[in-house]
């Protein structure tokens, strides 16, 4: 043996602590194979145990809050709705409600009940894709190929109602621009039939198997009172046992249909999932039940005149969880400032803390169970 | 485990069509109120420019002289105000969404009618 090799075998087998001063700092992202989403952490790894996570945004700034500026209010919803791919209904909504509220304007009846149809319609869509990306995460392709087919179905139900597949371009100030006929919503109630038996099956199929319980249960937990402290929301707070969902607000139609908060205990990934996986099917219910009950009449109110001077706040329930729409006027066509308090930025801090403890081959798990929208986090 | 169900669907999957459609070859129907390309009668505009200053997008341009309209498909968001507002009623939103195809070249996604500055009334009505 030579002395080249002598050292390189001692070195190998010396006291760690010796070896490596300090943990080893591992880039992940923003482009990484099971990351479908523009985000970068610094991993702070002792052996395979992640110490912590140093999370770095900014690569997909838009400047579209800025925008508000530029364009009339009534104008500027098309922009909103353009913040995000996947909750672009609901953003658009967002922020039509805090104007709405700021010209203090009540919307028609069968508005309210289409928006939370189409809120509902986003949510599956948007959990189905998700269901989609962890599965392909997981490596279990087939589930992720059945989960996007279903999605397609959700999608032409989109289509058919408010005329887009991915931005829906239905919400308005004082309305919606859409009005599908009541024929049109009950046979799009029949394709969402559909689409619900076999998201049953496929919730099933994800929930139990065996593979899929290994890579998710007991990993990246995250305790109640972490998740309220690191202030979570959505499915990632729910998860973790704590009982908030801002549709209880009974915004739109909410507060006349009713729906039931869905919790999980455990907090930890297997949690999140199982409370996606129950909230699609509670959005399903919500959908028959708005249909059942939608009122007939007009579906938006002209929005006249200049918004007055003054600020105002919706907050709406997305598929990610709780988002935060901030309007202030100063009595021009053009808001002098609006902001979006995204539910994924909401999210980032409880995650870093989820990672704490976990093994490096379960970070992608962890980071994809909060489902993570760097587009609308940026804006 | 869930084997039954998988096993339903991989049985299926052998018997039946594939999921996707050989698009191009293969197009699905546009549903009614699919959000398409915005298209004009030309021949009934009178030039009153009521579409191009309530386009959000300002992808509509209304000219006086000579009389024309343009339209940049690529900067409309499909919002149908234009529709709305025309006096006339000469636009329609058409619910068939343009192939990609058809923007092959730059110029393609823009539709351009000129009147030329005819002394007579009824002159061609622009390509
Ligand atoms: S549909 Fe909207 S964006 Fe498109 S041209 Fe008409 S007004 Fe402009
Ligand atoms: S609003 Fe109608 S009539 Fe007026 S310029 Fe536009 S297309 Fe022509």
């Known amino acids: 043996m030579s002395g080249q090799d002598k050292r390189v075998q001692d070195a190998a087998h010396a006291p760690r602590e010796d070896f490596v001063k300090g943990p080893t700092v591992i880039p992940f992202g923003p482009q990484h194979p099971v990351l479908p989403e523009p985000l970068h952490f610094d991993l702070l790894l002792e052996d395979e145990k992640v110490l912590g996570a140093i999370p770095q945004i900014g690569y997909i700034h838009r400047g579209l809050e800025l925008l508000v500026e530029k364009r009339d209010f009534a104008d500027y919803v098309h922009v909103a709705e353009r913040i995000c791919g996947i909750c672009s209904f609901m953003h658009g909504m967002g922020y039509c409600e805090a104007v709405e509220s700021l010209l203090g304007l009540p919307i028609p009846d069968r508005a309210r009940y289409l928006r939370t149809f189409w809120c509902e319609l986003e949510r599956v869509h948007s ?9 392909d995460a997981l490596g279990f392709e087939s589930l992720f190929m059945a989960a996007w087919r279903t999605r397609e179905l959700v999608l032409d139900v989109a289509e058919e109602t408010a ?23 009950a046979r799009c109630i029949k394709a969402l039939a559909l689409a619900r038996e076999e998201v049953k099956r496929l919730s099933m199929v994800m929930l139990q198997n065996i593979t899929v319980r290994h890579r998710l249960e007991g990993v990246g937990v995250l305790s109640a009172d972490a998740a309220y402290a690191l202030g979570a929301v959505g499915p990632m707070l729910r ?7 801002a549709r209880s607000l009974g915004y739109a139609a909410y507060g006349e249909i009713g729906f039931e908060t869905v919790v999980e205990t455990a907090g930890d990934c297997m949690a999140r999932a199982i409370v996606r996986a129950r909230e699609i099917e509670q959005s399903f219910a919500i959908m028959d039940k708005v ?6 009449g007009p579906v938006s109110v002209p929005a006249k005149g200049m918004p007055p001077k003054g600020e105002s706040f919706a907050r709406l329930e997305q598929p990610r969880g709780e988002v935060v729409y901030y309007v202030r006027s100063n009595g021009t066509r053009n808001l002098e400032r609006f902001r979006v308090r995204t539910p994924t ?5 409880a995650m870093v803390e989820a990672m704490r403890g976990s093994s490096l081959a379960d970070v992608p798990t962890i980071v994809l169970t909060i489902d993570p929208c760097i587009s609308c986090t940026e804006r | 485990m869930p084997l039954l169900p998988m096993s339903r ?5 052998f018997f039946s069509r594939p999921a996707t459609r050989l698009y191009p070859f293969v197009v699905r129907p546009a549903f009614a109120e699919s959000r398409g390309r915005i298209a004009i009668d030309y021949p009934q505009c009178i030039h009153c420019g009521a579409c191009a200053r309530r386009c959000p997008a300002n992808a509509i341009l209304v000219g006086k002289e000579p009389k024309s309209w343009r339209i940049d498909a690529f900067a409309c968001v499909t919002c149908g105000l234009c529709v709305k507002v025309c006096p006339k009623k000469c636009l329609r939103m058409d619910n068939e969404r343009p192939k990609s195809a058809d923007f092959a070249d730059k110029d393609s996604r823009v ?3 000129v009147t ?10 622009g390509a």
């Open chain 1, 291 to 296: 249909v059942a009950a939608i009122p007939a």
């Open chain 1, 345 to 349: 930025f909401a999210n980032v801090p």
């Open chain 1, 127 to 135: 959990h189905l894709l998700w269901m989609g990306l962890a599965a």
């Open chain 2, 9 to 13: 669907v991989i049985l299926k999957n």
């Open chain 2, 116 to 125: 030329p500055p005819a002394p007579e009334a009824g002159g061609p009505n």
């Open chain 2, 111 to 113: 539709e351009s009618h």
């Open chain 1, 163 to 185: 005329g887009g597949r991915v931005i829906f371009g239905s919400a308005i100030v004082g309305g919606v621009s859409k009005d599908p006929s009541d024929e049109t919503l």
């Open chain 1, 239 to 245: 998860a973790s046992g704590r009982a908030y969902d």
